[in-house]
């Protein structure tokens, strides 16, 4: 198990945006029914999957989320149409991304829950809790997993700027 600079146990923080239709139905479910699931989520409510920006999960990562879950609707029964395979897609683009910039693509979970699915929310949220857990913390642009933050990139001059741009 993981543990932080203080010898406490790893506990993630994760961002879940949810569907309002469906996926947040289900997760105010599982806590009507009373059902246990990891605490460390912090749920954001959107209209529907569709609609997430990718910009937002990287801003996630890179204001300390150790993980990020995305969940809306089943394929087929949006209700706006078919804006869940447009998450789809982002969801595969935003993988291949956070790869290229050095974040394991498994701290983003996709997850297709419905309002009545409180159970198999719970059950989702609880196992992608302990797979981030086991991936420990993600000290993005910290070194250390030789990921870098934009900021941590050093500035030098292009080849093309003159000693006067350089100056000002």
């Known amino acids: 198990m993981a543990e932080t600079t203080d010898n406490q146990p790893f506990e993630p923080v994760i961002i879940g945006f949810t569907c309002n239709w469906c996926s947040y139905r289900a997760a105010d479910m599982a806590g ?48 706006y149409l078919n804006q869940n395979y447009k998450m789809l897609r982002r969801y595969h683009l935003m993988q291949r991304v956070l790869a290229q910039l050095g974040i394991e693509p498994e701290r983003l979970k996709l997850l297709w829950a419905s309002a009545a699915e409180g159970a198999i929310f719970a059950e ?34 292009s080849q093309h700027s003159t000693e006067a741009e350089v100056a000002a």
């Open 124 to 157: 989702e949220v609880n196992k992608f809790t302990e797979e981030v857990r086991a991936l420990g913390p993600l000290q993005w642009g910290k070194g250390g997993n030789g990921a870098q933050t934009a900021a941590s990139v050093p500035l030098t001059p």
């Open 32 to 79: 009507t029914a009373r059902m246990k699931y990891a605490p460390n989520v912090r749920l954001i409510r959107l209209m529907c999957s569709g609609r997430l920006d990718p910009t937002f999960v990287f801003k996630a990562f890179a204001n300390g989320a150790d993980g990020v879950l995305v969940s809306g609707c089943h394929p087929g029964d949006c209700h």
